[in-house]
């Protein structure tokens, strides 16, 4: 449809409400007080209240819908869709259920249906708040959220600035905000997208994508960067030591917070944010890259590393600039390698090949110098590859002409810079996230309550962090196959090879099976993969004979889940 037209709204619960005015205000009394619990973290008594209401009256769409939408938060899918069918068969316009079931459909990845009903939830909305006040005063703007809720997940930004044009531009709540701000945003009024992230960030100061968006659209502007689309995700994880970034599904969000650490960020901030741009190939790299490698008020190292970039990524001309523009007496010790790698694959493209060779070998020389790293790894990996492509200096006299050796060799490969403090969760599936992210939202108390329901009989003996992950290690056995279905064949393979295994194994002695059977795939990222979906544990065990290690091991209720495969030895 061009845009959001609401539709004849006939209330039948209304109709109810006024031929029954007495019982409603007692179902109405009922409902506040539900919702004082729910927003309370009282799950246990806000759930009677809703009961309560419903026992009153079997079609109050507060309660159902407030039911459906704490069966959701536990992972109960099924018992949250029966809620929302009784309330549309009795009402099968009601704005709130239609965005909840759309919820419903898209989880199941079925676009369509979950497209009719939040179509529907927006017409709906529209109409409700259109229509004189009702028994709730509140549900006109409740339904909206929701409204906009289901569009948001569905990614559909036409219709959401359809919607928020049609309804008047209504006051939503900032997270609200700044979604619609996204979908102006993305639909190019970047003016628009501006003052409802503002709206956003100044009613709620500590709601940090909004601030992350505007920074973000500052640069742009500032640096004539290209605009690129944005996602709705709003994920930022704080940092978790020891963890790998994975770099997969990367959030726009975390790409206009690297954008923010390499113009205005630390050495540190800024190397993250180098690889993390490389990584996704944002658009106008090569200019962003050459804009920080030749800012001569950024640090040393960080230009080095763009020009690196430049050149690893077959920006020639741009690694030449950069080079040019950096002052040898300004390099530090520390940086003599990354200077003198810069230095040696500009010779290579000007086609001087021994020059480039023994510049290879001083940077080499300079390593020995330095602390074993991820980034010294890398460092001497691409000087190894440049001093074998280098030769001789009567190798390089016959070499040929300049174009021959203007490419540099795809082996140097992007850099493989140290992990991102601010990047440090896995963005695999939705499912995975899920399983933890609810449980994490609740209270100690909530939390013992639905561990025990779960059958998790000890709570008081846990940490709140163990006990998340138990509780959600529960509701992802109700929900196996839906988990299983969305990993990576690597991640199957491997659940069979160690379901049947008596005792743990060794987390190196798992990525050596996995390189061997699986070396098109990264052996962190499907341990990680794992991990998150809640079917394997990993901590220390009594593997070795010096020393405990960290191990994998496969819960117990999950035994036999995934036997049937040959299991390879290692």
């Given at each position: 449809m ?10 039948p619960?209304e ?11 007692r179902?109405q009394?009922?409902?506040?007080k ?8 009282m799950?246990?008594?806000?759930r ?6 419903l ?5 109050v ?11 959701f ?14 309330l549309?068969?009795?009402h099968?316009t ?17 676009i ?10 927006a017409r ?10 009702g028994s ?32 008047g531009e ?13 979908a102006?945003?993305?639909?190019g009024?970047f003016?628009?997208a ?37 996602d709705?995700?709003?994920?930022m994880?704080?940092a978790?030591k020891g963890r ?11 790409i ?5 650490h ?11 944010a180098?690889?993390?741009?490389s ?6 790299l ?5 804009q920080v490698g030749t ?24 690694a030449?600039?950069?080079c040019?523009?950096i ?41 020995k110098?330095e ?8 460092l ?17 006299s016959?070499?040929?002409d300049?174009?021959?050796?203007e ?13 991102s ?12 996230l ?9 209270t100690?108390?909530?939390?013992e309550?639905?561990?025990?329901r ?9 940490q709140?962090?163990?006990l998340?992950?138990r509780?959600?290690m529960r509701?992802r ?6 988990v ?10 491997t659940?069979e090879?160690l379901d ?8 190196s ?25 809640c ?5 220390m065990g ?29």
């Amino acid at each position: 449809m061009d845009g959001v037209k609401s539709v004849a709204f006939n209330d039948p619960y209304e109709e109810f409400v006024r031929q029954n005015e007495e019982l409603a205000r007692r179902i109405q009394s009922v409902i506040d007080k539900g919702r004082s619990h729910l927003e309370n973290g009282m799950l246990s008594e806000a759930r009677k209240e809703f009961q309560r209401a419903l026992a009153l009256f079997p079609y109050v769409p507060a309660a159902l819908n407030n039911l459906a939408l704490m069966a959701f938060a536990e992972g109960e899918s099924e018992l949250a869709k029966a809620y929302l069918q009784q309330l549309l068969h009795f009402h099968e316009t009601e704005p709130t259920a239609n965005a909840l079931m759309a919820r419903y459909w898209a989880e199941r990845g079925s676009i369509p249906l979950a497209m009719a009903h939040a179509e529907m939830a927006a017409r709906s909305a529209l109409a409700l708040m259109k229509s004189p006040q009702g028994s709730d005063p509140s549900r006109a703007s409740r339904s909206l959220e929701f409204a906009f809720q289901s569009l948001t997940l569905l990614g559909e930004d036409r219709l959401l600035t359809h919607l928020y044009a049609a309804s008047g531009e209504p006051p939503l709540m900032p997270v609200t905000l700044l979604h619609v701000g996204i979908a102006f945003f993305n639909r190019g009024d970047f003016q628009a997208a501006k003052r409802l992230w503002e709206r956003a960030w100044q009613q709620q100061p500590d709601l940090e994508p909004a601030r992350v968006y505007l920074t973000m659209l500052d640069l742009l502007e500032r640096h004539k960067l290209l605009p690129f689309r944005l996602d709705h995700r709003l994920e930022m994880p704080q940092a978790e030591k020891g963890r790998r970034i994975w770099l997969v599904h990367v959030p726009t969000l975390f790409i206009a917070r690297a954008l923010e650490h390499l113009y205005e960020g630390d050495s540190q901030e800024a190397e993250e944010a180098i690889v993390l741009l490389s990584g996704v190939n944002v658009p106008s790299l090569d200019l962003i890259l050459l804009q920080v490698g030749t800012d001569t008020a950024r640090p040393t190292a960080v230009r080095l590393l763009a020009g690196i970039q430049l050149a690893a990524m077959g920006y020639s001309e741009q690694a030449v600039q950069t080079c040019e523009s950096i002052d040898g007496d300004s390099v530090r010790d520390d940086e003599q390698a990354r200077w003198c790698l810069l230095q040696g694959l500009v010779a290579e493209i000007r086609g001087r090949g021994s020059e480039a060779a023994n510049l290879a070998a001083a940077g080499l020389e300079a390593l020995k110098e330095e602390s074993e790293s991820v980034m010294t790894q890398s460092l001497r990996q691409m000087l190894t590859h440049l001093l074998s492509r280098g030769g001789s200096p009567e190798e390089t006299s016959r070499e040929g002409d300049h174009e021959e050796a203007e490419s540099v060799d795809s082996d140097t490969g992007p850099l493989q810079l140290p992990d991102s403090e601010w990047l440090r969760q896995s963005q695999l599936h939705s499912v995975s996230l899920n399983l933890e992210e609810s449980p994490m939202k609740r209270t100690r108390r909530t939390l013992e309550e639905l561990a025990f329901r779960l059958g998790e009989q000890t709570p008081e003996r846990q940490q709140t962090a163990i006990l998340v992950r138990r509780v959600a290690m529960r509701m992802r056995s109700v929900q196996i196959e839906k988990v299983v279905d969305s990993l990576s064949v690597a991640a199957k393979k491997t659940l069979e090879w160690l379901d049947g295994r008596e005792q743990p194994i060794a987390l190196s002695a798992l990525h050596a099976w996995l390189v061997k059977n699986h070396p098109e795939t990264d052996p962190w990222m499907t341990t990680e993969e794992m991990y998150r979906s809640c079917l394997v544990d990993i901590g220390m065990g009594d593997v070795s004979d010096e020393e405990p290690v960290l191990c994998v091991a496969m819960p117990k209720d999950l035994a036999g889940r995934f036997h049937g495969a040959p299991k390879p030895g290692i």
